[in-house]
């Protein structure tokens, strides 16, 4: 038999949804319990991959001196990038605060491996990538199950692979995904950093949603949806 959600638990799993944040700053010094934090990688263990070859795995950091050389790729990594950056927005690039490295008590490399079980996955074989999207689900778990918990999650992506599989001694095929802070945080912002800084807005949901083709925005077939979503009705 099929166990529905109660109203009251939709309501917590849309909450989780729309109140995650990418937490950069507001990291306290309080520590996770083992407790939580194994709950957040149960979620995350337990999200969908292609063939279920589960092709994750979670690399748990605290030591300082790792976290050192790490936040060091960090520092070189926006400096490199700030170069792409045109003039005017350049110095606002650079003020931002977009990690938490040394702040959070846990940093967390999330790795994809193509490797398990073999070199045949059931659903891979025309589409490769479907195993680093697997990992992406994974994450996904456990940013959501981090939110749930009241542990904030910022994902550091202004790094090198190649630090990262050095300083983490990852074999050669290993590839990490993600690094990951987490902390308890004082607050969750209301809104995105990028979005309150005004980097990037927040683009509508009929912007990005089209029917049937590309760039279709008004198949008949799809009419009462579309109304719905231009007049911007969502879960609330």
Not at 71 to 86: D, G, I, N
Not at 131 to 153: D, H, K, M, P
Not at 207 to 220: H, L, Q, R
Request: glycine residues 4%; contains cysteine.
């Amino acid at each position: 038999m099929i166990e529905n959600f109660t109203e009251e638990e939709k309501r917590g799993f849309y909450k989780a949804i729309y109140s995650r944040r990418d937490v950069r700053s507001h990291f306290i010094l309080k520590p996770i319990e083992d407790r939580v934090l194994s709950k957040i990688l149960h979620a995350a263990h337990h999200a969908p991959s292609v063939g279920f070859s589960q092709p994750w795995n979670f690399i748990l950091i605290k030591d300082i001196e790792t976290k050192k050389k790490i936040k060091e790729s960090f520092e070189e990594e926006k400096t490199r990038s700030s170069q792409l950056v045109k003039e005017l927005k350049k110095t606002k690039y650079l003020s931002f605060k977009l990690e938490g490295i040394l702040e959070s008590p846990v940093n967390l490399c999330v790795t994809y491996d193509p490797t398990k079980f073999g070199p045949f996955v059931i659903g891979r074989s025309s589409i490769p990538e479907a195993g680093l999207y697997s990992v992406c689900c994974a994450i996904q778990n456990l940013w959501l199950s981090a939110r749930t918990e009241g542990v904030g999650l910022g994902w550091v992506s202004i790094l090198s692979n190649e630090i990262l599989k050095e300083t983490l001694a990852l074999p050669e095929h290993v590839i990490p995904v993600a690094y990951l802070c987490l902390g308890y945080v004082d607050e969750f912002a209301e809104n995105p950093d990028l979005q309150t800084a005004g980097w990037l807005p927040r683009l509508d949901l009929k912007d990005v949603v089209y029917f049937e083709k590309w760039n279709d925005k008004k198949n008949e077939s799809w009419d009462s949806i579309q109304k719905m979503i231009r007049n911007n009705l969502d879960y609330a």
